[in-house]
Nanobody, 121 residues
């Protein structure tokens, strides 16, 4: 019913920047919270940042001041600007959205397929 497609991952040197994008499509009535999570090898998936439809944001302490989340409600797209990247930011980054679908008007979580971010010299 709903698809989330991420893009923008890749290999970057420490101190570099990347911008991730995630576009939602399908039977969307409304998107509530959108966010980014990440999972490093051998670790649990963790919240990186999230943003409400009204623009309120939350960040993990480890990325505050370096990452910025934003969204374009008209395009059903969420972005993650990542600056001053560190090797410990290396992980698979997943997009998440709480979506109200048109068929039932019920909300539920949807996930993207993940995009690899590798920070290494």
């Amino acid at each position: 019913q709903v698809q989330l497609v991420e893009s923008g991952g890749g290999l970057v040197q420490p101190g570099g920047s990347l911008r991730l994008s995630c576009a939602a499509s399908g039977s969307i009535f409304r998107i509530n919270v959108m966010g980014w999570y990440r999972q490093a090898p051998g670790k649990q998936r963790e919240l990186v940042a999230r943003i409400t439809s009204g623009g309120n944001t939350n960040y993990a302490d480890s990325v505050k001041g370096r990452f910025t989340i934003s969204r374009d409600n008209a395009k059903n797209t969420v972005y993650l600007q990542m600056n001053s990247l560190k090797p410990e930011d290396t992980a698979v980054y997943y997009c998440n959205a709480n979506v109200v679908v048109t068929t039932t008007l019920l909300s539920g979580p949807y996930w993207g397929q993940g995009t690899q971010v590798t920070v290494s010299s």
